[in-house]
């Protein structure tokens, strides 16, 4: 079962691990998603559950990637209760492994563009800011635009691994955060830590529930747990807010869409489908108050 955790620790570190094959699976099955955009999705999805860091707030992050690459851009929401949902402009693409047959997700990506976050809460409002990216990889992306768009150092690792046959066979990462009083003998600490554990998916692989990842990345470090949720890809559209969209559409484009027996409408960011048929738009395109 998919899974986020925090954690402090007395000496100014916070951890964040999330284990998310399900989810990013769900993401894969839904988009008909490639290896390398299963592999560039995913991360970017897991990057969206790390950010929302400010749980008390009920804060929502959303991530947009563009580095002008064959995969188009990345577009992911992750929201204070631990759900997610994205998808890429193009889910078919392939380009060359890199060494070792691991995917080139920086190559499908781009590099030519920016990383920009978007929080927001119900009561505040949105904070947007961006930075270019680096390499296309996400993961360190994301840690380039922590550093200078909210001065937090920290080191990000996401993994996705993709079976042959497409699916996900494991996908998880964490984020380690430093606080400004975190002195550089636990910094060298961390480093070596996160330097010893070696590629996430390769540990991922052998430990598909992360078991053991705290005690790795942290070592002699005094932790304590904050939080713990489960993790689920869901989206916020349903038929009645798709239904409200089309009751605000000018008169001649409400005229056109009644041409058609049945009207389908698409959700680019979980590829639901709903149908609405031609009687049903007419009696509700002619009701004189727009439901709400
Ligand atoms: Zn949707």
């Not at 991360?43 to 690459?69: A, C, H, P, W, Y």
Request: aromatic residues 8%; hydrophobic residues 35%.
């Amino acid at each position: 079962m998919d899974f986020i955790k925090r954690y402090t620790t007395d000496e100014g570190i916070r951890l964040a691990i999330a284990v998310t094959t399900d989810t990013v699976e769900e993401a894969r099955l839904r988009h008909d998603l490639w290896p390398v955009a299963t592999a560039a999705l995913g991360r970017t999805m897991m990057g969206g559950l790390l950010l929302t860091s400010d749980f008390k707030n009920q804060e929502n992050v959303s991530i947009r990637i563009n580095g002008r690459g064959p995969l188009g851009a990345i577009h992911v929401d992750a929201f204070s209760d631990n759900t997610v949902r994205g998808y890429v402009d193009n889910p078919h693409v392939d380009v060359p492994l890199k060494r070792a047959g691991k995917l080139d997700v920086g190559a499908a990506v781009g590099i030519d563009g920016t990383v920009q976050v978007t929080r927001f809460t119900k009561l505040r409002q949105d904070y947007t800011s961006q930075s270019p990216l680096q390499s296309g990889e996400i993961a360190e992306d994301l840690a380039y635009y922590l550093y200078t768009s909210e001065q937090v150092p920290s080191t990000i690792s996401l993994g996705v691994l993709v079976d042959p046959d497409y699916h996900t066979i494991v996908a998880g990462g964490f984020l380690l955060s430093a606080l400004p009083d975190c002195s550089d003998d636990v910094l060298a600490e961390i480093e070596h830590n996160v330097n010893q554990l070696g590629p996430i998916t390769a540990y991922l692989k052998d430990n598909p529930n992360g078991e053991g990842l705290k005690e790795r990345l942290l070592g002699t470090l005094n932790s304590h747990e904050v939080f713990s949720h489960d993790v689920h890809f869901q989206c916020t559209c349903s038929r009645d807010r798709f239904l409200n969209a089309l009751l605000s559409l000018r008169q001649e484009d409400k005229d056109e869409i009644l041409q058609d027996k049945v009207t389908e409408l698409v959700c680019h960011y979980c590829n639901e489908k709903y149908h609405y048929s031609q009687e049903e738009l007419k009696a509700l395109f002619e009701k004189p108050t727009h439901i709400q």
